[in-house]
DNA sequence: GACCTCCGATGAAACGATTTAGGAACGGAC
DNA sequence: GTCCGTTCCTAAATCGTTTCATCGGAGGTC
């Protein structure tokens, strides 16, 4: 008879085993896998009762061994606390999960040497393609997957004439509009904290700010520039301790920040130490994430279309990966300010 | 001289190529890979040279085919979109690190079907272990993960007589603790804001509230279960608005809700609708996210050592797989009441 | 100078799945 | 009864890496 090797053996079963159970041969059983259309339906019944009996799991790493290519993508995030990328992760989930692949996440934790270590992993784990948002875009490491042919598309960054797909918000554009609804709202000392400035988009945007404070023809010493460690709600916190700290003369009447989890703890700051919003202090968020429409007081906020950054990015991807006539694109997507009572509470 | 593969060629260099161009065999190339003390060094520098110039990159399919094993692991997270959860991510991502491995996560987004889809590739994928906080923990394709030679560790649930750890956080005692505090500070008419029951956190949370309620010798009838279909802020919004809609007689005057993003989309309904908290509704929520504190009304919530979670999490799975005389563990951790401004606000 | 040791390097044999060229069995047609 | 076409299946080669038994040579010892 056949050959049973003896269940909950340490050795998990392979296509041999279901082979010798079920008494075909092992193309046979690769053809079930496969084509099973190329099976007689009562073949195919009896090695499916073998797979089922002996337990038997596909082994990815023969399979892809093989045929040379995975199943996975992967998304590598600057940081998976922040919900903005979750939801770009979500956003790419979709478009993966459409086109039956299995997507990966990854948290650079704004930190290059983890970022370095997921990329080389991941190449060497042969995923079909790679969608990221880097720490620094100019990374050569990023350049060097291209060249030894995993695609990558940059996600929420770009960079000037690439070798590569990008999707983008542009942060520019993004700051200005900010800038510009607080100048209009009648501030005229404005601060933009924001940190640190080895995050393009935390540069950009204050970029945009500064270009619409010189274009309102005000004088530069009075956007002043707080620089945050890191732009997480805590850093938001310390920020609005240093304000605080500033003498009343030279204290600005407004906050941009670079995102909304600096603009959430800025708020909480602002308003436990008995100061009012918006009228101690103005807030601009950035991104727009579901929180800063339920904070303490709905924050006015830049939103970028978070979710279709994500499905854009992966369907690029998918298009590099599946097209031989795929053009490389950069996609840049507009901002847009929402306000709400953190800067209109009070005139 | 060596046979140098065209540069940029389709196909990625393998040792083979490697081997070749250094003009040393196969296994030295590997020797140089995984025991490089027992390669001179003049030999390992060349092979190192060669591995640059072609831009070798290790298979990592080839290398975990032929030794078995692979270098990563996984969480299977219930929602990617909760800070909670991300937040356990990053204890696990610690513990990884310092192994030495990599972690991906998947987002079941708490569908099964999801799920089961992640955890069939990531079987497939033979990772190390998987972490997983399971939409139903008692889904036999756990056990079968199990039986099937990959360690499984539950994450924020635990199992009766389980072949497998777990780390879990008592959610029945969560929920007395914060209705117990809730019948401290007064009320006598609560609603439990949770849903949907399949999601075993949300029915522990529910029974430990009524458990309270019924200690207290409190009517049945005056502890309302308003059910959710997902524990989001969108739901906690859509919730506040039925309370609102009950006549005033029957209406509760607080809430305990299941999770923080519920407690915080009904805190953002009851504000906008004109109410005030805790005057018109006091609120509880659970996990005490970053964001729960930073709320319109800083929120009481009951918190969970989520960061901890994840790394015991980690450390039992590690224990597992490279312990041959691991012991089975079902870690239980205490929950606790941080109370704030949403129920302290008035008396 | 013969012998032994040790170090470094070698080459073949796996790992488990897929693929492809080809072979057996079967049925139908003349 | 022979021949042909169709199904269905078999056997062997292959992917890139690791491992293990082995081998050659340099150096030391007596």
Redesign the pocket.
């Known amino acids: 008879m056949a050959i049973t090797p003896a269940a909950g053996s340490s050795?998990?079963?392979?296509?041999?085993?279901?082979?010798a159970t079920a008494?075909?041969?092992?193309?046979?059983?690769?053809?079930v896998?496969?084509?099973p259309d190329?099976?007689?339906?009562?073949?195919?019944e009896r090695v499916e009762r073998a797979m089922a009996d002996l337990g038997?799991?596909?082994?990815e790493?023969?399979?892809s061994?093989?045929?040379?290519s995975t199943h996975s993508l992967a998304y590598v995030m600057l940081d998976a606390g922040n919900p903005f990328f979750t939801d770009v992760a979500r956003g790419i989930e979709l478009a993966a999960e459409t086109a039956g692949l299995s997507l990966f996440l990854c948290n650079s934790d704004g930190r290059s040497a983890r970022e370095g270590a997921h990329l080389a992993h991941l190449q060497q784990q042969r995923v079909q393609g790679i969608l990221i948002t880097p720490v620094d875009p100019d990374d050569p490491q990023i350049d060097q997957l291209i060249e030894r042919g995993t695609p990558v598309v940059i996600v929420d960054r770009t960079r000037a004439g690439s070798s590569f797909c990008s999707v983008a918000v542009d942060d520019v554009l993004g700051g200005r509009l900010a800038v510009e609804h607080l100048i209009e709202v009648g501030h005229r000392r404005v601060a933009y904290v924001g940190g640190p400035e080895s995050i393009g988009q935390v540069r950009d945007r204050g970029e945009g700010a500064r270009q619409a404070w010189a274009e309102a023809g005000l004088p530069p010493e009075d956007l002043v520039t707080l620089s945050c460690e890191a732009p997480t709600v805590a850093s938001g916190r310390a920020a609005g301790e240093r304000l605080v700290g500033l003498p009343a003369r030279r204290r600005p009447t407004a906050a941009f920040c670079a995102n909304d989890l600096i603009a959430l703890g800025l708020l909480q700051q602002t308003i436990s130490s008995g100061r009012t919003v918006p009228g101690d202090l103005a807030i601009v968020g950035y991104d727009d994430i579901e929180f800063a429409a339920a904070a303490a007081v709905p924050l006015t906020s830049v939103r970028q279309p978070r979710h279709d950054l994500g499905r854009r990015a992966a369907e690029l991807l998918l298009d590099e990966v599946g097209n031989p006539a795929h053009q490389h694109e950069q996609v840049v997507f507009t901002p847009e300010l929402v306000a709400r009572a953190s800067t209109l509470g009070r005139r």
């Open positions: 050795r998990s079963a392979s296509v041999k085993d279901v082979a008494g075909v041969s092992l193309g046979t059983v690769s053809n896998l496969n084509r190329r099976v007689s339906r009562t073949t195919r038997f799991v596909r082994n790493s023969a399979r061994l093989r045929t040379g």
